[in-house]
């Protein structure tokens, strides 16, 4: 059965974050004021054929360990439905 | 001779340069294709700068699963000296040849000037030519050249004299930590670092100051060190 995987990537916390603080500084200078804590990632979906929800989840983990998240960098949650 | 493989990926654009830098230093340089398994027995593998995979996802991350990164890997845990300069310093973090991670530099722009650095370990297949605290002017060319790790890790290098070259004060054009602009591993057999010193390898183009790098491999001696097999 096919899963959709939602992969969500966020630098790790305490990483300097350059292209967060960019993006905070903008919405300053548009006026939103309230906005802070900002950080930029990165959103990966795919498709998992797998046997099980808990094998897609398992499956998409060992994807992100493996290749699209950098654990000494990034860290990364996952959603997954049928 | 010493003999040199420079890797070529898709989306590489040092790799001349930095064949041309290993051949007048005196080695014999040749290149492999990513998708060889082949280093042709190459005492000394480099991976040249560029933007292989287009930096897809992240800078490196798609280049260490090639099929030449499986034959770099052997190479590099049976001895064999490697280099990674700029992407290639990338792809070894991505590999985890070496410790740590490249990440965008912290004033978001490209850095793409020649700046001072300064040479911190000698006793490397790469350096070797270069006298302990030697400064130098290199270009640096590249968007994710932060140089980051763990607290542990950045202590564990500098106690064991890891920091191959250190961005001179004043002069780190990305934010790395501590101003670390190249490391290695510990017996000093794979080094990384973001500099082009292929790019200041000849005085046609403006400076030889990095000679110095292709000068040490040319005359390195590889000693044990078992040669790569296919």
């Known amino acids: 059965m096919k899963y959709r995987v939602h992969v969500r990537i966020v630098p790790r916390a305490g990483l300097l974050d350059p292209q967060g603080q960019a993006v905070e500084h903008a919405l300053g200078v548009l006026g939103f004021t309230g906005a802070g804590d900002v950080r930029v990632g990165k959103a990966i979906e795919l498709a998992v054929d797998a046997g099980s929800q808990d094998a897609a989840e398992a499956a998409a983990r060992q994807m992100c360990e493996r290749l699209l998240a950098n654990p000494v960098t990034e860290d990364f949650s996952l959603t997954v439905e049928a | 001779m010493l003999r ?89 973090c ?69 920091v191959v070259l250190r961005y001179v004060r004043g002069e780190n054009p990305n934010g790395s930590v501590a101003d670390i602009a190249g490391v290695s591993n510990a017996a000093g057999t794979i080094v990384g670092f973001m500099p082009h010193p292929e790019r200041y390898a000849d005085p046609l183009t403006g400076s030889d100051a990095g000679a110095g790098f292709f000068r040490s491999i040319a005359a390195w001696l590889p000693g044990g060190a078992a040669r790569s097999t296919p």
Request: glycine fraction near 10%; hydrophobic fraction near 45%; proline fraction near 4%.
């Open chain 2, 94 to 162: 991505e590999a985890q040849l070496l410790p740590g991670a490249l990440v965008r530099n912290n004033r978001l722009t490209f850095a793409s000037r020649p700046v001072w650095v300064r040479v911190e370990r000698t006793d490397t297949f790469c350096t070797s030519a270069y006298a302990r605290g030697t400064e130098m002017r290199i270009p640096v060319a590249h968007g994710d050249g932060c140089y980051v790790a763990d607290a542990d890790t950045i202590t564990l290098l500098e106690a064991e004299g890891r």
């Open chain 2, 4 to 92: 040199v493989a420079v890797v070529r990926f898709p989306g590489s654009n040092c790799d001349w340069d930095a064949y041309h830098a290993v051949a007048r230093a005196g080695a014999a340089a040749s290149f492999v294709w990513h998708r060889d398994t082949d280093l042709q027995q190459a005492d000394v593998v480099i991976l040249p700068g560029g933007f292989s995979y287009g930096d897809y996802l992240r800078s490196g991350a798609i280049a260490r699963f090639s099929p030449v990164m499986q034959a770099v890997q052997r190479h590099a845990a049976a001895g064999g000296a490697v280099l990674g300069i700029c992407n290639g310093f990338q792809i070894l």
